[in-house]
């Protein structure tokens, strides 16, 4: 029989007085430490027909803790291509053990057995009874044993933890599998028994209410002792400078009893977001007496006072749009082989989000333990959290159904009060029956409403849908995977769809392994990938060029994710996007595409405060046609500003520049002071530069200051030049190497030979590096960016680092790549495309070598189509003709015409 009882009553005291609402020892028993151990991949224990053969287990292993940490399981003597290999490979039932003695203290009371977190199915056995069995994956597993204890005496406590897959579900979700955290078995946080009165308090949600400074607390009271109960509830509000207390009498009657309390704060009252992540914490002690018996309860909880609601096109919090800067958290923890429990732990990895000016994180088909929210809570960061659902598991299949609308509850209770938890998803790309994914979020919307839910990411919309994650809507492809050679662009109108769009898993653009790593590796799990990667490049001659091929690849992602990121800013109708990710993704191929290393470590590549200059809550903004120039041009921006920080930038200085590589002011400028607005994107103003005073090739600097932000963006002017490859008695310019060419090389005279690509066997060339990562998606031409020999005379006349950037687009999207495998070892291109890891070849596009008594150069570059458009191939072509004209042209590695002709066709 259930009850519910109403108290809408004022608050009946404000005080300054402390109330704790801490836990009594006494009433815990941590059982951290040393238990009994043996592992059963039969399962012959649980299933045995004489429990007189269930022997005392004779090994041991410390909890908390996994069976990987204790070398237990399958010495995997492979080397995984496709993600890091776990050391020790256990999957199946595990036993522990220990006799405990239970306090005599505790008669009469409810005692539970607590797991933290574990994988998957914990079942409890007092003596040989098997009483108890829990597999929840996202939330703790809470054991009642009341009935099987005897306080006063000791107890064979005996569990099982089963980390195989109990229901037929998706295997690439990442709350238990090899691809991210590993299928671990063991139990991890707090393990305790915990005993309480027979009355007492089950769940405590706090529903707060912004506008009318209030808390609705919803309470969950057990009564165990069949009688009766009658008492009070005491209520303590704490946080920065402010209490409160309020006692409200109860009478529970029945077994369970729901009851509701309003609570009146006051005017003062602060609200939580990103940037004032302001924390309450709500203590409330049951007091009651049956029958003459007299018992009492606590229970704590943090809470923050904010809403959430669906705006039109963002996410409405405590009345304001916001907009997302988020990542995926891909449950990549390999120093561990686990989701961290800790609160340090997260605290680190969440200050590292913050510091690269993001605040936001999505928990990719997984929900993170309790210490994830607990430092979401303190440091201002809007999570959204998923189930363990993918792929196929929306297709019917009763007991895997069940398994989701259990753990859909449990998540929603567990973990319900934290102010960080602003969005639910039930899982990744899921396919199958759509009616069951719309039961699940309109049950979810009518359980609590403190949050916003949707179905799925980025596939069928459901009707409950309150914000979507996708990369298409029904206007159109809406995502941003890589930058373009110009910024006047946005996605604004594949939007405007009716409920807020956050853009799914942007960037994805690969960088070479860096092979350093390996030794980073000394968990549960090892980069023998890496190992293999590496081989192959030693095999193939270039070994020695595998830091450089990181570095210049890791160049390319973070241009990319500035122009990336930039975009999604400029598309003011957008909510929000999440990069796939920040940090590398170690399964499902490897996804070196991070920033940041799997161990949330920075890679070298871009320093947090030149990532905050384009990711950040308030970022300056500017649209230009080209990044590539003719000084005969005008350069000519658009000044934007996108401002989601907390206040208005009141009478706001707008001052732009231009400087030449060496930092010199070129041209400067003001727009109009003025005051900015929040939580938008709004424009500032135009300005231009005549670039006729640029008489020699320059890559110069556009500044934008925006009262306390800057940002920049480079450019490259080049003259316009006429007389391109002009042949003279010693240099012969070809697309066909024929007799002729041949007969110039045996003359001891110079050759360029730029085929046309179409006439080259190679792969296609492209400006991006490979998506996400060549072992999942093998879609040509599966390279990653260019190394740059930028120190050779050849690039004298055309300014380059040794990685490409924009100036390179045209250049690359009009060349092809020569497969270069059979020329000698020594030889290397000066354009050097860089092979995916899998396969780490030796390809290029532009390279020289001595040819009988000639020098030839080779460009496989179209020097053709619409050249007068494209100023950075003109000018490269330019440098080399001037190259080639000098005595600096005099290659030292011979190769045979039999190999020039072998990558051309006839």
């Not at 009766?228 to 005491?234: D, V």
């Not at 990542?327 to 923890?333: I, L, Q, S, Y």
């Not at 598991?393 to 929603?412: S, Y």
């Not at 009716?498 to 799990?525: A, D, M, W």
Request: charged share 25%; with cysteine.
């Amino acid at each position: 029989m259930k009850h519910k009882i109403k108290h809408y009553m004022a608050a009946l005291l404000l005080t300054s007085m402390v109330w704790s609402g801490h836990a009594q020892e006494k009433n815990e028993m941590d059982l951290s430490g040393e238990w009994a151990f043996q592992t059963d991949v039969m399962d012959f224990r649980r299933g045995s027909l004489d429990v007189r053969y269930c022997h005392r287990l004779q090994e041991s292993i410390v909890l908390p803790g996994i069976t990987d940490d204790y070398k237990i399981g399958y010495k995997s003597p492979y080397r995984h291509l496709d993600r890091l290999t776990r050391v020790y490979e256990y999957m199946g039932p595990a036993w522990y053990q220990r006799e405990i003695e239970i306090p005599a203290a505790w008669k009469g009371k409810r005692i539970f057995l607590y797991f933290e977190r574990t994988h998957w199915l914990s079942s409890v056995y007092v003596g040989k009874e098997e009483v108890s069995k829990i597999d929840y994956i996202s939330i703790p597993h809470n054991h009642e044993l009341t009935q099987w204890l005897h306080p006063g005496k000791k107890e064979l406590i005996t569990f099982c933890i089963d980390n195989r897959y109990q229901y037929d579900t998706h295997k690439w979700d990442h709350a238990h599998s090899e691809f991210t955290q590993i299928n671990w078995n063991g139990v991890l946080g707090e393990i305790k028994l915990v005993a309480v009165d027979p009355v007492y308090v089950d769940d405590m949600q706090v529903y707060p209410d912004i506008k009318n400074k209030s808390i609705k607390v919803k309470m969950t009271v057990r009564n165990c002792t069949e009688h009766t109960a009658s008492g009070k509830i005491s209520f303590h509000v704490s946080g920065k400078d402010y209490r409160l207390q309020k006692e409200v009498p109860v009478t529970v009657t029945d077994s369970i009893t729901y009851i509701e309390e309003e609570m009146f704060l006051s005017k003062d009252i602060h609200l939580w977001n990103e940037f004032h992540p302001n924390l309450y914490t709500l203590d409330c002690k049951l007091t009651s007496s049956v029958e003459g018996q007299s018992y009492a309860h606590e229970k704590s909880t943090t809470f923050g006072m904010r809403e959430v609601e669906a705006g039109e096109d963002h996410i409405i919090l405590n009345g304001e749009p916001i907009h997302l800067r988020g990542t995926v958290e891909n449950a990549v923890f390999p120093k561990t082989g686990y989701a961290p429990v800790d609160d340090a732990s997260w605290e680190r990895v969440l200050r590292i989000l913050k510091e690269y000016g993001m605040n936001h994180m999505r928990f990719h088909s997984w929900c993170p333990p309790a210490a994830a929210f607990r430092m979401a809570d303190k440091l201002g960061v809007y999570l959204e959290v998923e189930m363990p659902m993918w792929g196929k598991d929306a297709q019917p299949d009763e007991k895997r159904w069940n398994f989701f609308r259990r753990e859909l509850r449990g998540i929603l209770k567990e973990y319900g009060n934290h102010p960080s938890f602003i969005l639910y998803c039930n899982g990744n790309e899921i396919t199958g029956d759509f009616s069951f994914i719309e039961e699940l979020t309109a049950t979810a919307r009518q359980l609590d409403n403190r949050r916003l839910y949707s179905g799925s990411t980025a596939r069928t919309r459901v009707k409950s849908d309150q914000f979507y994650i996708t990369h298409q809507t029904t206007k159109g492809h809406m995502a941003i995977y890589e930058g373009r050679p110009y910024t006047n662009w946005d996605k604004n109108k594949e939007l405007g769809v009716g409920l807020p769009i956050i853009s799914h898993e942007s960037g994805q653009r690969c960088i070479y392994p860096n092979f350093e790593e390996i030794k980073n590796f000394t968990g549960p799990v090892q980069a023998r990938n890496f190992e293999i990667f590496r081989e192959l490049l030693d095999k193939n001659h270039m070994l020695d060029q595998a830091h450089d091929f990181f570095r210049a690849s890791g160049a390319l992602t973070a241009i990319e994710y500035k122009d990336v990121i930039e975009a999604q800013l400029r598309t003011y109708l957008k909510g929000g996007f999440q990069l796939l990710s920040l940090n590398d993704f170690t399964g499902q191929g490897y996804a070196p595409v991070g920033i940041l290393d799997p161990f949330w470590n920075t890679k070298g590549l871009i320093t947090p405060e030149k990532w905050r200059e384009f990711c950040a809550p308030t970022v300056a903004l500017l649209r230009f046609d080209k990044r590539a120039l003719y000084n005969d041009e005008v350069f000519e921006g658009k000044a934007e500003i996108y401002n989601y920080g907390p206040t208005l930038l009141k009478n706001a200085k707008i001052n732009w520049s231009i400087t030449d590589s060496n930092g010199k002011t070129l041209k400067s400028g003001k727009l109009k002071t003025q005051t900015v607005g929040k939580n938008g994107v709004f424009p500032l103003g135009s300005f231009s530069y005549a670039l006729n005073n640029i008489t020699e090739p320059q890559k110069l600097t556009v500044h934008l200051s925006v009262a306390h932000v800057k940002n920049s963006w480079d450019i490259w002017v080049y003259p316009r030049h006429s007389n391109l490859m002009q042949s003279t008695s010693e240099v012969l310019y070809t697309t066909v190497f024929d007799e002729k060419a041949k007969q110039h090389l045996a003359d001891g005279k110079k050759v360029v030979l730029c085929p046309k690509p179409s006439k080259v066997k190679g792969r296609k060339s492209v400006f991006h590096n490979h998506f996400w990562n060549p072992i999942m998606f093998k879609w040509p031409p599966m390279t990653i960016g260019c190394l740059i020999h930028d120190d050779q005379p050849i690039f004298e006349h055309f300014i380059t680092s040794y990685h490409t950037d924009w100036q390179w687009w045209d250049i690359l999207e009009n060349a092809k790549v020569i497969e270069m495998k059979d020329a000698p070892a020594a030889l290397r291109p000066f354009i050097q495309v860089i092979d995916h890891y899998d396969n780490n070849e030796k390809l290029g596009i532009g390279f020289e070598a001595k040819v009988k008594k000639g020098s030839l150069l080779v460009l496989a570059v179209d020097t053709q189509k619409n050249i007068n458009e494209r100023p950075a191939t003109q000018q490269l072509l330019e440098s080399i003709d001037r190259y080639v004209k000098s005595d600096k042209f005099a290659p030292q590695i011979t190769v045979d015409e039999s190999y020039i002709e072998s990558f051309l066709k006839k």
